[in-house]
């Protein structure tokens, strides 16, 4: 139904977009949804947006959204906008952080159980009908370091406390503890917590000053028992560099939900080592996203239309 004088016109650039549709609709009669999930719509309406909604900031028509103010990202991460984030400085961004920590530690802790445990060698032997015991320690003598104790960071190291692990991590502000670790580290500070690890977990954004932050010397400080799980995004890390050090064995393996290129290409090594554990970023992803998303989006909108600060603000300077 065309809304007659809307107050707020949002562009909705994503797979979802119908649906976010209905659901602004149902509830905000004021305000005008426009699906645009792919670039011939995009083009058609940016130029109308006061609001858009989508994962990535679609760069590529930034010149034409002559209005917008507003881009609530649908996701946790804004790295798309780090090309033209010295020009935002009028648009208000926000995220969609607060509703991937609980899955993504599910995620983790699933990886730490079989990287450590080497499940992908059960399930072979097991295809072959092979017997072959192997015992590992608990979990509750090992490690873990998170690399970024953002809200992701910081659920996952409870989590990995409560399985009584010893939990490390780094962050920006040191200044405040956070619940359940036990190791504090400054971001500067990383040579001194990678070796201290059994896991090391990526789970800070890609920024400027984070892309490329482990490379092969970073990989040279983890220890050649240890493990990368890497939640993140893919260009943290070297990847080439990544494959060396497990081909080489300077660490023991990894689980990699996030890639410098993605979909994983098909002649990547990355498919088919042994040591490694490959999904298709998933892991932030928990079922009814778009109803979680909604949540933090409508509350947005009835603060943008009564003039009010909005929530899951993002510092792009700080890139998070
Ligand atoms: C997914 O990767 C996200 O940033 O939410």
Redesign the pocket.
Known sequence: MAVESPELTIVLNHPAAESYARLIEERFPQVRPIVAPDSNGLERYIGEADALLA?RFPVEVFDKAKKLRWFQ?????VDSMFPIRDRVGHITVT??RGI?GDIIADFVMAGVTMLHWDFRRFLREQANREWNPRYVAPLADKTLGVVGLGSIGATIARRAKSAGMTVVGSKRDISVPVDGVDGLFASDALEDLLPLCDFVVLALPATPETVGLIGAAELARMRPDAFLINIA?GNVVVEDELVKALQTGAIAGAMLD?FEREPLPKESPLWDMPNVIATP?VA??PTNYTERVFSIFADNIERFLKGQALKNVVDLGRGY
């Open positions: 994962f990202c649908t996701g946790a991460g995220n969609a991937h995004r996030v970023h932030g992803s």
